[in-house]
């Protein structure tokens, strides 16, 4: 297979690991989460920490996840407890992991390439695929328990999941926290990857979330069976797909970033547009469908 | 799910078709990099006109780096090397980067030429056969992209913007001998700029200077982290840092509002206002990588073998603007041999 493809679908692997971290916050939660710019290289930078401690890769890399959930605390803690709103409260954590991750190491750029990684195991995509499809199953798991259901219906309806006496805050601190330990999962994923962590791998890493998630749900019109977790999955894959042959079709380098983003555009207004004109379909799958409400599946 | 899987498909049918349409567009702007010899040498000298594939991964849009690419095309041309030359930027994503890099692993490209550190970590994560010649890169020992400076070991090696600060700081008591307080403002992001900070401390105290440097993390913080600096020092000093260098007229215009004598760590600083340099020009640090790249391609040399290097040819320049405006004299010794640049 082409060289660019794999490394393409590689790091859309890693991203969707991103993606669905910001699935949680973003389609489950209705939070526009802004930390993950500093957790992504907060996980890359704890991980390469931990690894240059002498500490076997696959404990690095998972103990990434951990303190990455750390972050996502810091966030919840911001707007649940201070109630700042959340998009600042997201700004102000990536802001104080700014300093944190140069602190981590003392500099901004960490070579990694004397140190073993996860990826010495076996085969870069083999590992990936089960890295990806372990944590989808566990995200799907999780999402069907009692404390899954909570977590889906406090983004839902709120004031719902107070009726039951339940504190709807510390569900958003939970999504929040394992939000936040996927994204610094996939840094430390990433820093392996490329061989090196370095300060700026978090800019715009957003923007990649978001348009992951955004195209994964093209996937969604039609469908109820396809999960939010492949979505993303899907998504990711297919994003970094695109921007692979954008590269290898040789366009100006200059255009690269406006590309993207018209990839964003072009899916949005494809979801939006669909809509309409499968709008007769749609009549008939309400009909069917006796209830009109959301099921819990769709997520 | 299946109609689903169909759309999308479609869907990334119909942007590749876009991409395909814009990539028409941009065929002759490919053409134009192509770098040809003149034919007479190659008529002498070559009798089968070999063409090189060489893949330029650079960074980020910056005047120093653009530079330092311009160099090393100009150097091949000069050095009668025929290349092909890719050019990508990854416009500061460092994924990016790397893609770029797998891409011209793929095309086997002879050579591939990176400019900046995460580009050239990039590339050294991307392939350990082809030869990787990197520019704009401080310290590439901290940065491991080779061994040594003498004997980089692997498929890698280049030149490194290590500035001769001795000599920069020298230029604050040659102009001024009562500067005692050199200023430098710095991004925290950048690995080069952190190494270079270091470095003026250590060398400060021999010269009798003291340094005192802020940090910034965002090119809006600059103006604020001048007007703080500026109340504390006796002078600035610009080291090669991509964002300062992106604003370095605000850091000259206010050093001149403060008639403040501003020392650059390249001739590109010079150009825009700062006072004086005797420093590296990226536009000859791409030549001297282009003889790099000569050395292995037309020689067959290992990358392993060349050793990386730093500036052989410093520059001394000043601005003859500046140097009115702080009413300095143009015959001041401290100027000798220096180009004037307006």
Known sequence: MNSLIVTSIEQGLIFAVLAMGVFISYKILDIADLSVEGTFPFGAFLFARFISMGINPVISTFSAFLFGTLAGLLT?????????????SGILTMTILYSVNLKINGKSNIPLFKFSSIYDLG????????????????????????????LI???????????????????????????????ALSGALMAQFQGFADITMGSSIIVVALASIIIGDTIKKNSNIVKGTTRAILGAVAYKIIGGIAIDLGLNPNDLKAINAIIVIAFISYNNFAIDIFNIFKKKEVDNNANGTKTIEEF | MKKGIVKLLVLLLITMLVFTGCSANDTPSKEEGTVTNGSQSSEQNVPEEVVFDIGI??????????????????????????????????QGDIPTSLTIAEKFVKDKVDLIYAIATPAAQSAKQATSDIPIIFSAVTDPVDAELVDSMESPGGNVTGTSDLTPMDRQLQLFKDLDSNIKKVGIVFNTSEPNSQIQVDMAKELAPSIDLEIVEVGISNIN?????????MKKVDAIYTITDNMVASAINVVSEKAIANKMITVGAEDSHVKDGILVTDGLSYYELGRQSAAMAKEILVDGKSPANIPSATSENTKKAFNGETLKVLELDENNPALQGAEKVQ
């Open chain 1, 76 to 88: 919840a803690t911001l707007f649940t407890k201070l109630r700042i709103k959340p998009l600042l």
């Open chain 1, 123 to 150: 085969s870069k995509m083999l590992i990936l695929v089960l890295i990806v499809v372990t944590i989808k199953i566990l995200l799907d798991w999780f999402l069907k328990t009692e404390m899954g259901y909570l």
């Open chain 1, 153 to 183: 219906a406090t983004g839902d309806n709120e004031s719902l999941v107070r009726s039951l006496g339940e504190d709807s805050n510390k569900y958003k601190i939970l999504g929040l926290m394992i939000s936040n330990g996927l994204v």
């Open chain 2, 57 to 90: 991964s650079q960074l980020a849009d910056h005047p120093a780096l653009d530079d330092a690419r311009r160099g090393f095309e100009d150097g091949l041309k000069e050095l009668g090397v025929n290349a092909n030359i890719h050019y990508q930027n990854s």
């Open chain 2, 221 to 229: 913080d600059i103006p604020q982290a001048l007007d703080s600096i």
